[in-house]
C-alpha cells in the first residue's frame, strides 16, 4: 500500500448530479481535524474479495476501496451505495483500533428515505466495529419509511468493516 | 573534521524516509542539497547552523503541510459531462396474488395484481423527474378487468439543503403504506384495508408540495392538489360492488377511492391542502400524523335545481411505528368526513349506497422476526383491524336488500349483500428470499362479512 497524495484531487467522490450535503474536503477536516490524511486507495484481490464477500454476507460491486489513512492510525474511508435507485456517497471514521467513530452522508439524491442523514441514526454505529452484527433491525434500528436506503447504508458500513478486517488491520502473523 | 559529504549522507537517508513518510519527498528534497553544502558540523558555529537549517526545514514542512491541506480542500475538478443514460434510473415492483375465500371455493382467484415500472431522470444537481407506470391485472383492454395507470408523474426540485418542492402527480403523505406501497414494505398478502378503504392507497393528487427533513429528526411535508369529485357517484349500482374480500379491495367502492380523480381530466374549480409531520428522531421509532381536506365537486343536482354548498371531505389520520429489536409494531387511525351530502342523499332515497358523511377506520399490528441469514427473513404477524366505510349518513342511510341477492349477471351467482363494516384478524407470515423478493401467506378473518374469511398467497418484488 502505497502513499499516491498527488492521486488525491482525482479521488473525490463526486458523481455527476447528487445533492452534495458535504464535500470530501469538508468530511476529512470535520472527521478528522488537524490529522494529516494520506490516501491508501486499494483494489481488492479475488482473495479478498470472497473474504470480504464471505464476512459481510453481501456483494462487493466495486473492489477499488478508497482509503485515507490517518496520521493518528485511524482511517478515512468512502463508499457509494443504492437508496432505493440512486447512489448515497458516504464516509466512515475509524480510529486507530478499527472502531467507527463516525459515519457521515455526503450526498443524497432520492426523494424519499433522506432520514439516513439524521445524527441520531447515523450515531447508532459509532463505537461499534468489525466484531459488531451490523445489521439492521438487530443492533441497527430502521426509519420507517426509509427503509432501502437503512439496509443499503448499513449493508455497505458492514461491508467496509469486513475490508478494514481483511486488508487494513494488523493482520495476524 | 567530519567530511562534509560523508555528513550529509548519513543525514539525507533519514530525512528522506521521514519526508517520504510524510508523503512530501519531491518538493522537499530539493531543499537537501543546500544542508549537504555547508561547512563541517562538530563545530559550535557549525552546530549552530545545523539546527537553523533543521528549523528552516521544520517551517518548510509547516508550510508544505498547509500547502497539501490547501489541495485537499481545493474544489474537485468538473466531472466530464454525463452521458444522458447516466442520469436516467429505471426501477420496478409487482404483486401476484391467490386468494381462497374458505366458505366459497368456487370464489378463489389469482391475479397479477400489479406491475409497475419507474423511470426516473436528473436533470441536474437538484432537479429530478420521478414517474411510475402501472399495469393492474396483468392486462389493459376494453374486454379485461386490467387498467394502466401513471401513479406518479413528478418534478423533485432541491430548494436547500434540507427541504424540496415537488410539481406534478405525486403521492399524498398519508398513513404508513401510501408513499410506501411496495409489497415488500407491508406485511400480508394485500395492504390492510383501513390504508386501502379510508385512506384510498395508492392516493395521488396533482399539484404542488414542499417537504423537508431537519436534524431532529422531524419531517414535514405540505401542500396544495386537486381534490376530490362526487360527479360520477353510483347511489344504486346495479350489482353489490363487491362479493369477496379480493373484490373489496379492488372496486373503488371506498368513499374515497370512488371520488379520488387520479388527475384524469380532473375537475380543479377548487383545490384542496395537506399537512403532515413525521418525528423519526430515535431510530427505530416513528410517530406521525396528517390531514388533508378540500371542497369537491359536487354531486350533480337535478335539472332547474342545486343542491346547497359543496362537499369538502377531510381526512386526518395518526400513525405510529415502533420496531424494537425484532420486532415490528406499528398502528393507525384514520377518519374521514364528508359535508354536505344530506340534501343529495335525501334525493336518493332507498338505495344502497349513499354518501356517507363520516368512515374511518384502524388496526394494530405486530411483526416478528423469527428467523433470518444473509439476506433471508421470515417474519410471521399478526393484525387486527376494523373498517366502517359508513359510520354515519346524512339525509338517508343505506337500504339494502334482505337475504341473498345477485352479485352478477350470471345466473345462479347469488349472496348477501355486503356490509361496510368489519372486524379483520390477519395471520400470516412474510418470507423475504432477499430484502427485496418476499413470498406470503396469510388467513383473513371476517366478522361481519363472514363470506370474505380466507386464505391468501403472494409474491411481491421490488426493485
Not at chain 1, 490529522?35 to 491508501?40: I, K, M, V
Not at chain 2, 434540507?162 to 414494505?185: D, K
Not at chain 2, 386526518?316 to 364528508?338: K, V
Request: charged content about 15%; glycine content about 8%.
Amino acid at each position: 500500500m502505497r502513499a499516491r497524495l498527488f492521486l488525491l484531487p482525482l479521488a473525490v467522490i463526486s458523481p455527476a448530479y447528487a445533492t452534495t450535503y458535504l464535500s470530501l474536503a469538508q468530511a476529512q477536516a470535520l472527521m478528522f481535524p488537524h490529522t494529516l490524511l494520506t490516501p491508501d486507495f486499494i483494489t481488492l484481490s479475488d482473495a479478498q474479495v470472497g473474504a470480504v464477500e464471505k464476512i459481510a454476507g453481501s456483494r462487493v460491486i466495486n473492489r477499488e476501496v478508497r482509503v485515507w489513512r490517518a496520521a493518528d492510525g485511524g482511517w478515512f474511508i468512502t463508499d457509494g451505495v443504492f437508496g432505493k435507485h440512486e447512489l448515497i456517497g458516504y464516509a466512515v471514521a475509524l480510529d486507530a483500533k478499527g472502531t467507527i467513530k463516525q459515519v457521515e452522508i455526503l450526498d443524497y439524491r432520492e426523494s424519499y428515505g433522506g432520514e439516513v442523514r439524521m445524527p441520531a441514526w447515523r450515531r447508532q454505529f459509532v463505537g461499534k466495529d468489525d466484531h459488531s452484527s451490523l445489521t439492521l433491525d438487530d443492533d441497527i434500528r430502521n426509519i420507517s419509511g426509509a427503509t432501502l436506503s437503512c439496509t443499503h447504508l448499513t449493508e455497505g458500513i458492514k461491508r467496509l468493516m469486513a475490508i478494514y478486517a481483511t486488508v487494513l488491520a494488523p493482520q495476524p502473523g | 573534521m567530519t567530511d562534509p559529504q560523508t555528513d550529509s549522507t548519513m543525514i539525507r537517508p533519514s530525512l528522506r524516509r521521514l519526508l517520504q513518510a510524510a508523503g512530501l519527498g519531491t518538493a522537499l528534497l530539493a531543499t537537501i542539497p543546500a544542508l549537504a553544502a555547508e561547512p563541517a558540523a562538530g563545530t559550535p558555529a557549525s552546530e549552530q547552523q545545523t539546527e537553523q537549517k533543521i528549523k528552516a526545514l521544520e517551517q518548510q514542512l509547516d508550510a508544505l503541510k498547509a500547502q497539501v491541506q490547501q489541495i485537499q480542500s481545493a474544489p474537485a475538478p468538473a466531472p466530464a459531462p454525463p452521458s444522458p443514460l447516466e442520469n436516467i434510473s429505471f426501477w420496478g415492483y409487482g404483486e401476484a396474488y391467490y386468494t381462497h375465500p374458505v366458505h366459497d371455493g368456487s370464489r378463489s382467484q389469482a391475479d397479477l395484481a400489479r406491475a409497475v415500472f419507474g423511470i426516473g431522470y436528473s436533470f441536474g444537481p437538484h432537479t429530478r423527474f420521478n414517474s411510475e407506470y402501472e399495469v393492474e391485472h396483468a392486462i389493459s383492454s376494453a374486454d379485461d378487468p386490467g387498467e394502466f395507470e401513471v401513479e406518479q408523474f413528478y418534478i423533485n426540485q432541491d430548494l436547500t439543503r434540507w427541504a424540496s418542492m415537488n410539481v406534478g402527480l405525486f403521492l399524498i403523505p398519508s398513513g404508513l403504506l401510501n408513499q410506501h406501497h411496495e409489497p415488500t414494505n407491508f406485511y400480508g398478502v394485500q395492504r390492510n384495508f383501513v390504508e386501502t378503504l379510508i385512506i384510498p392507497s395508492t392516493w395521488r393528487e396533482g399539484g404542488v408540495s414542499f417537504q423537508g427533513d431537519t436534524d431532529i429528526g422531524l419531517s414535514w411535508n405540505l401542500g396544495v392538489t386537486t381534490g376530490l369529485s362526487f360527479a360520477g357517484w353510483d347511489y344504486a349500482p346495479e350489482f353489490p360492488q363487491y362479493s369477496t374480500a379480493l373484490d373489496l379491495e379492488n372496486s373503488g367502492a371506498a368513499p374515497m377511492q370512488a371520488s379520488h380523480q387520479e388527475l384524469a381530466l380532473a375537475n380543479a374549480q377548487h383545490l384542496s391542502q395537506f399537512v403532515a409531520l413525521n418525528y423519526n428522531g430515535i431510530p427505530g421509532f416513528n410517530v406521525g400524523a396528517s390531514i388533508f381536506t378540500g371542497e369537491a365537486e359536487k354531486v350533480p343536482a337535478p335539472p332547474a335545481s342545486d343542491y346547497p354548498g359543496n362537499q369538502r371531505v377531510t381526512l386526518w389520520e395518526a400513525h405510529t411505528r415502533w420496531q424494537p429489536g425484532r420486532f415490528d409494531l406499528s398502528a393507525l387511525y384514520a377518519r374521514g368526513t364528508i359535508s354536505n351530502t344530506a340534501a343529495p342523499n335525501s334525493q336518493n332515497p332507498g338505495t344502497p349506497n349513499p354518501i356517507p358523511s363520516l368512515f374511518y377506520g384502524y388496526y394494530a399490528q405486530a411483526a416478528y422476526t423469527a428467523w433470518q441469514h444473509a439476506g433471508q427473513r421470515i417474519a410471521p404477524f399478526v393484525r387486527w383491524e376494523l373498517y366502517d366505510m359508513g359510520a354515519r349518513y346524512a339525509g338517508a342511510s343505506p337500504t339494502l336488500p334482505s337475504g341473498d341477492v345477485p352479485l352478477s349477471e350470471t345466473p345462479g351467482d347469488v349472496g348477501p349483500y355486503p356490509i361496510a363494516r368489519d372486524h379483520v384478524w390477519t395471520y400470516g407470515v412474510n418470507y423475504y428470499l432477499t430484502p427485496n423478493v418476499v413470498l406470503k401467506a396469510d388467513y383473513q378473518n371476517f366478522s361481519v362479512n363472514r363470506q370474505f374469511t380466507r386464505v391468501d398467497l403472494g409474491l411481491g418484488l421490488n426493485f
